[in-house]
């Protein structure tokens, strides 16, 4: 998508269906979740509804101690090439309808509708020589069959062609005939599952760089705004200018889960890509593994992340300006675990007038702050990443250059307790793997 068309003041903010539905997602199940956005989390920000993978596959899930993707599955496929939904989990999809009924509910809600995708071209496309939109070449010549996701057989890359083209251009034409706003795109960022080919004729350089590249000039074509998102990671440091002239979000983690440690190592990823973040180009933690999730997975279960790790996931997320996505069963979410996402005063943070800033980090703790460059709003968390409890502080010097004040007026944003900060120092006691985070206001 156009930079210039991405018109939010803040990072994407929504639902995913994989955290809790894995590959099985439902339309009946979509509905209920996008219902609940709307009347309870709409009005915070949240916005974007996503069918995540394997929204074509008739038989997902089926075979779930066996095989997360069923190799050579049940799928659904047009004339061209091109996934459709499955009518079996998505009957208004019959028809040829695909994706636009279910799409025009989400609208009509308030909400915006997102899809996930695999890189490349369906091998069964391939195999059966099905021809591509609007060229005179067929999916087997498209296809580059040296390029297979290592974790889901469902595709071969495409090739950088002119053909190749033709077929991202009818995947988007179709997408914006849905009302598609939002495509999170797997298997193409870059993690330690791609990496180029060493064959005998040389290196064939992983093709998700050029693929990326193609379905952004397909979206620039298809006349409909949509967020380009980018999964899975880590995310190259070195080509973050490339991620931002072509996508929206890249996912700097691999897949994010509901343990202690790739959470305390977020801080790291946090701090590798804080200067990247800007309006329309936003580094991507993964989504929030809050409330009930695992369902998919074989057995539903609350989140393992302590309320205090909680917290801290979401204090981060906010302070560094991640997107958001909730991974939770939205219907059955506690108040408390609501609270979280309705934060407003921890959720302001994400607006593109402000920014956030690492200042410290050790295996005990981190401090990070966050400062609204329109408003002067200026605020700090604190963060306790050691296993006891333990108080950190940081000098009003340390946190904001040119301070001179001694006091500082402080509000705590989760408890909401006012206390002031003395001798030019915010000095707390913050619980084993959790935050304080203040809004400051010096005299």
Not at 33 to 55: R, S
Not at 129 to 156: F, Q
Not at 256 to 270: I, V
Not at 356 to 383: C, H, P
């Amino acid at each position: 998508m156009d930079k210039n068309t991405f018109t939010n003041n803040m990072p994407p903010m929504g639902w995913n269906s994989y955290d809790y539905y894995d590959t099985t997602v439902t339309e009946a199940q979509v509905k209920e979740n996008a219902d609940f956005m709307a009347a309870h989390l709409k009005e915070f920000g949240w916005e974007y509804v996503v069918v995540d993978i394997q929204w074509y596959a008739n038989d997902a899930g089926t075979r779930r101690k066996e095989f997360q993707y069923i190799p050579f599955g049940d799928m659904e496929m047009d004339q061209w090439g091109r996934f459709i939904p499955s009518p079996a989990r998505f009957p208004s999809s019959a028809g040829g309808k695909g994706f636009g009924p279910l799409a025009d509910y989400v609208h009509a809600l308030g909400l915006k509708f997102g899809i996930h995708i695999m890189r490349g071209i369906p091998r069964r496309a391939a195999e059966r020589h099905l021809p591509v939109l609007g060229c005179d070449r067929t999916a087997d010549m498209v296809a580059d069959p040296s390029s297979i996701c290592g974790w889901n057989a469902d595709m071969y890359g495409v090739r950088p062609t002119d053909a190749g083209q033709a077929y991202y251009d009818s995947l988007l034409e179709l997408y914006a005939q849905w009302g598609v706003d939002f495509i999170k795109c797997d298997d193409i960022c870059d993690s330690f599952l791609n990496r180029d080919i060493k064959t005998s004729y040389g290196v064939i350089p992983f093709s998700g760089w050029e693929e990326t590249r193609m379905l952004h000039r397909a979206i620039q074509k298809c006349g409909r705004p949509i967020v380009l998102s980018l999964s899975p990671g880590p995310a190259h440091i070195d080509r973050a200018w490339e991620y931002c002239k072509y996508a929206n979000m890249w996912r700097i983690t691999d897949d994010f889960w509901d343990k202690w440690e790739p959470l305390k190592a977020m801080f790291f990823r946090c701090e590798l890509w804080q200067d990247h973040v800007k309006k329309g180009c936003y580094p991507d933690c993964d989504m929030l593994p809050l409330g009930k999730v695992g369902a998919g997975f074989g057995q539903e279960r609350t989140t393992e992340f302590t309320r205090e790790e909680q917290k801290t996931m979401m204090t981060l997320w906010c302070m560094f300006r991640s997107p958001m996505m909730i991974g939770a069963r939205l219907s059955v979410m506690d108040e408390w675990t609501l609270s979280l996402l309705t934060n407003q005063e921890l959720l302001k943070m994400l607006s593109d007038t402000c920014r956030g800033t690492q200042l410290i980090r050790t295996d005990e703790m981190a401090v990070w702050k966050n400062k609204d460059e329109k408003t002067g709003v200026l605020r700090v968390g604190l963060f306790n990443l050691g296993e006891r409890e333990q108080e950190l502080s940081i000098s009003l010097e340390e946190l904001e250059e040119g301070i001179t004040a001694r006091k500082a007026g402080l509000v705590e944003l989760w408890d909401k307790q006012e206390s002031e900060a003395v001798s030019g120092e915010i000095r707390c006691h913050v619980p084993a793997h959790g935050v304080k985070v203040f809004q400051v206001t010096t005299e």
